[in-house]
């Protein structure tokens, strides 16, 4: 099953900054670090995955911890329909294909 | 480019009715992966489909499930007698994958599955 743990919950105004943290003490080598997230009555979305490096794209910044134990995802400026729950999930590069998704974390924004 | 289409998108069965499931991945996409989603719960896998290759059914119940993906068409989903316990959202999702890359995966809406 999943080897991440997420907050259950997290609240945030509309266009501040949003970070999401993750904890995956026993992540291997070979594993990526993936986020999806899934907005209400909608399929997960992609939005980010690294490795080693921090990453940037258009939705957001991921950023890792030196020893990758955690990471987090960053929102720039969260905006309402940001609101989704969040999964941090770890991906053996030549593993599984498949997806474990864990509980996440359901963000709100506040107006 | 169109993306993962799943049909049809809420369905209402009743309990013994067969439900079929149908998701078009991505043009380019030659594999498949089922989800699903019980009420208040997490998304779990299911089964993991090449064209006319089952790879990963380790998350399909061992009765009443069945996948396929064939050479031609979409790939289908098919619950037989179903019970109260299937009602569920079922998610399909594409991805390319060449060699040991692992891609993201683009998921569908979703098919809702009511079972009265």
């Known amino acids: 099953d999943a080897k991440t743990t997420q907050p259950n919950s997290m609240e945030s105004n509309e266009e501040e900054p949003v970070h999401l943290p993750c904890n995956h003490s026993?992540?291997?080598?070979?594993?990526?670090i993936h986020w999806y997230r899934q907005l209400p009555s909608q399929g997960p979305e992609y939005v980010i995955h690294?490795?080693?490096s921090n990453v940037n794209n258009r939705m957001a910044s991921l950023a890792i911890a030196e020893d990758r134990k955690s990471s987090t995802l960053i929102l720039h400026r969260a905006t309402l329909r940001d609101a989704a729950v969040y999964y941090c999930?770890?991906?053996?590069?030549?593993?599984?294909?498949?997806?474990?998704f864990g509980k996440g974390t359901k963000l709100t924004v506040n107006p | 480019n169109a993306g993962v289409m799943q049909n049809p998108r809420h369905l209402v069965r009743r309990r013994g009715q067969e439900a079929r499931l149908r998701c078009s991945p991505m043009?380019?996409?030659?594999?498949v992966y089922w989800y699903r989603q019980l009420p208040e719960e997490g998304l779990k896998f299911m089964v993991y489909l090449q064209k006319e290759n089952i790879i990963d059914e380790s998350g399909m119940p061992k009765e009443r499930f069945s996948a396929e993906f064939p050479k031609e068409g979409p790939s289908i989903l098919r619950i037989q007698q179903v019970v109260r316990g299937d009602s569920a959202a079922y998610f399909c999702?594409?991805?390319?994958?060449?060699?040991?890359?692992?891609?993201?995966?683009?998921f569908g809406p979703g098919t809702r599955l009511t079972v009265t």
């Open positions: 999702a594409s991805s390319p994958r060449l060699g040991l890359a692992i891609y993201e995966q683009y």
């Open positions: 026993t992540i291997s080598g070979t594993d990526y």
């Open positions: 690294g490795l080693t």
């Open positions: 999930i770890l991906r053996d590069q030549g593993g599984s294909e498949k997806l474990v």
């Open positions: 043009k380019g996409h030659s594999h």
